[in-house]
């Protein structure tokens, strides 16, 4: 059986120079096709970025900054926090090569993926991200999906999106899996490995908040056993399996940011509900919407 402490990376267990985080596909052993590097730069600060064998996604997650690429300069306006706000992304193609510069410092999230096929640099400003309200009463959350398909599909193989759950609600639930290539006319799925990055928030007299994440095994060929307390930067790898509930603990709203790709030649995300879990799709609509967030979807 494989236990949760290989795959549940606490902040900064993985990081190097400037990177909080530092995840690369290929990496380590089993991880194959998808990255994540979470950069701080002080005031003033840069990094050269060479996306070698991935495409990328630059996700602010506080403060601004500068991308040049391929002799063009662009402004994400950024955020003061997870919290706050969508933001301002900017896509890079494989083999690019980025000077990310903040005058006022910040961390960004690189989202990366394997990539051969190349596409034109893109900014995605905040206002015209998809902010999905998905659920309903206490499995109310948002989804904030600059990176699915559908919303964003100038790209190879990347999927990447940002989730809010309230403190107290329910997230990645009912839990799912996307670990096999099913299309049988009925029903399909995709094989998709998953990065969860996680931020809480702090509680008002600034302690530290948390939540919880589960993995579980979806057949006996492919054991796993995830159940673990997460904090702000620690990251959580799902190779396969059925993966959620991610529970908000009270007080403490919850930010995930998923990455995802495979090894299919389609970009595609179908997935398929535990069985045990999947009736809860039937009392959304009559639990209503979080209060929290209605209206936020747009």
């Not at 015209?128 to 919303?151: C, K, L, S, Y």
């Amino acid at each position: 059986m494989t236990t949760g402490s290989e795959f549940h990376l606490p902040a900064g267990s993985t990081g190097r120079g400037p990177y909080e985080t530092l995840i690369d596909p290929g990496a380590r052993e089993g991880w194959v096709h998808t990255g994540l590097r979470v950069l701080a730069l002080e005031p003033g600060g840069s990094e050269v970025v060479t996306a070698n064998g991935v495409e990328v996604m630059v996700v602010p997650l506080s403060g601004s900054c500068d991308i040049s690429v391929d002799g063009r300069t662009h402004t994400l306006r950024g955020r003061a926090d997870v919290f706050a706000s969508a933001t301002d992304v900017l896509y890079a193609p494989v083999g690019s090569q980025l000077t990310i510069a903040s005058p006022g410092g910040g961390r960004f999230a690189l989202a990366t993926a394997v990539a051969t096929g190349a596409h034109p640099v893109a900014l995605i400003r905040a206002e015209d991200v998809p902010v999905e309200i998905r659920g309903g009463g206490t499995m109310t959350r948002q989804v904030r999906n600059f990176g699915t398909v559908g919303a964003f599909d100038a790209m190879d193989s990347l999927i990447a999106c940002e989730v809010i759950t309230p403190g107290g609600n329910w997230s990645s639930y009912p839990a799912h899996k996307h670990d096999q290539t099913i299309d049988d006319g009925e029903h399909r799925e995709s094989e998709l490995e998953e990065i969860y990055y996680y931020e809480i928030q702090d509680a008002p007299d600034g302690g530290p908040g948390f939540g919880f994440h589960q993995t579980t095994a979806s057949g006996d060929e492919k054991p796993i056993d995830v159940l673990t307390e997460v904090r702000s930067g620690d990251t959580v790898l799902v190779p396969h399996g059925w993966h959620g509930p991610c529970a908000a603990a009270p007080g403490h709203d919850m930010y995930y940011l998923n990455v995802m790709a495979g090894p299919e030649a389609e970009r595609a995300w179908h997935i398929t509900d535990h069985p045990e879990q999947t009736w809860v799709r039937g009392t959304w609509d009559g639990a209503g919407i979080d209060p929290r967030l209605a209206g936020e979807a747009r």
